[in-house]
């Protein structure tokens, strides 16, 4: 049944797709009619992304579909900002069958490994007795910290071993609260969308090669044939931190190629890594994650995981988002300009992981960024 689910919730990690709210009440109603407990892990609620569609066809030259109508919450959080975003399973669960899953470690820093989870009062308590025979508790320094950042300063008795401490060492940080909190999270957003808008745009711009044919004759000289080949393919993202690129090795020259000694057919895999290969040398020196490591079955693997790279445009610094996106369409474009099998044999047999990592271009990550 849930093969014909698209997957995930909001800001999918790879795909970066935002289910709809009209998505999640037919979900919802599936999972009431069998039974089903839905476990949502959530971690980028607050990445959601409204100028996406209408710049992805500002971009494309498409028309801007129709916007569909906005989510009002039947209560208000009393945050615009919050009330504004797509809203949970929470939002649609009335049977108490949603456990949902938030974290701190990606709005807070990457090593806060801290979260919360909201769920009907006995699957928590259930939850609760489990934790106590075994993880017990995150780190206490981290739930400390995160604790003054958002509830602000603490009352006097808590601080009250501190007392033969200067009046300098006293001064302690009053926290966002939770204004200052949400505020936070609202531009978190907003940096994040202004990075994938650039690199989506980059990546637009370098998608389609042109290619001109060579004149048959003198009289020919003034005019040619110029043709248009894809070379990959994606969507903008919804919400989350990644680009899912979609690679057209179809239509490569030395597609399903008869190769050598190290390599007997130039099938999808090959192509793909060779490529991935490529972008790691100079000029380029950009890392990627590929879409093999995201295959959930070994046939899945085979079939499609080597057709996408996973790209993701938190992980590098803000002024370095847009050369790295352009030397990743650079590498792809240089790719699809190789004619001969030897090379792309070459590039699979004396791949060296580079020793060198100073200006590389890091839009891999880890798997679970």
Not at 236 to 263: C, N, S, Y
Not at 355 to 367: H, Q, S
Request: aromatic share 10%; net charge neutral; with cysteine.
């Amino acid at each position: 049944m849930a093969d014909t689910w698209r997957g995930g919730s909001m800001g999918h990690n790879p795909t970066s797709g935002v289910l709809s709210v009209e998505r999640r009440k037919e979900i919802y109603a599936v999972a009431s009619k069998y039974d089903i407990i839905i476990v949502e892990d959530d971690p980028y609620w607050y990445l959601q992304y409204p100028s996406a569609v209408v710049a992805e066809a500002k971009s494309r030259g498409l028309k801007t579909p129709p916007s569909p109508p906005a989510y009002k919450p039947a209560k208000s959080s009393g945050y615009p900002f919050l009330d504004s975003l797509t809203p949970s399973f929470l939002s649609v669960d009335t049977e108490g069958r949603v456990i949902r899953l938030d974290t701190f470690s990606k709005t807070i820093a990457p090593g806060c490994r801290l979260g919360w989870i909201t769920a009907q009062p006995a699957i928590i308590e259930r939850l609760l007795r489990i934790t106590e025979v075994t993880t017990q508790q995150p780190s206490g320094f981290v739930q400390s910290t995160v604790a003054e950042l958002i509830m602000g300063e603490q009352p006097a008795a808590a601080r009250s071993a501190f007392a033969a401490l200067t009046s300098r060492q006293k001064q302690t940080f009053e926290g966002w609260r939770m204004d200052g909190w949400v505020r936070w999270l609202e531009g978190l957003r907003g940096v994040y969308e202004r990075r994938m808008n650039r690199m989506c745009t980059i990546l637009d711009e370098g998608s389609i090669q042109l290619k001109q044919s060579t004149p048959r004759s003198a009289d020919d000289a003034d005019w040619g044939v110029v043709s248009k080949t894809q070379l990959y393919e994606f969507d903008w993202p919804r919400g989350g931190m990644f680009i899912w690129l979609k690679l057209r090795l179809e239509t490569h020259p030395l597609w399903m190629a008869t190769g050598g000694k190290r390599v007997p057919l130039l099938d999808g895999e090959s192509l793909s890594t060779a490529l991935m290969f490529l972008a790691t040398k100079e000029p380029y020196r950009v890392l990627v994650s590929p879409g093999l490591i995201f295959s959930a079955t070994p046939a899945i693997r085979a079939e499609r995981g080597w057709a996408y790279f996973r790209l993701c445009f938190a992980a590098e610094t803000e002024e370095n988002v847009d050369l790295c996106s352009q030397k990743l369409a650079d590498a792809i474009q240089r790719f699809w300009r190789i004619k001969k099998v030897e090379e792309v044999e070459d590039l699979l047999g004396d791949f060296q992981p580079p020793r060198d990592v100073d200006g590389f271009g890091n839009l891999g990550t880890f798997m679970g960024c």
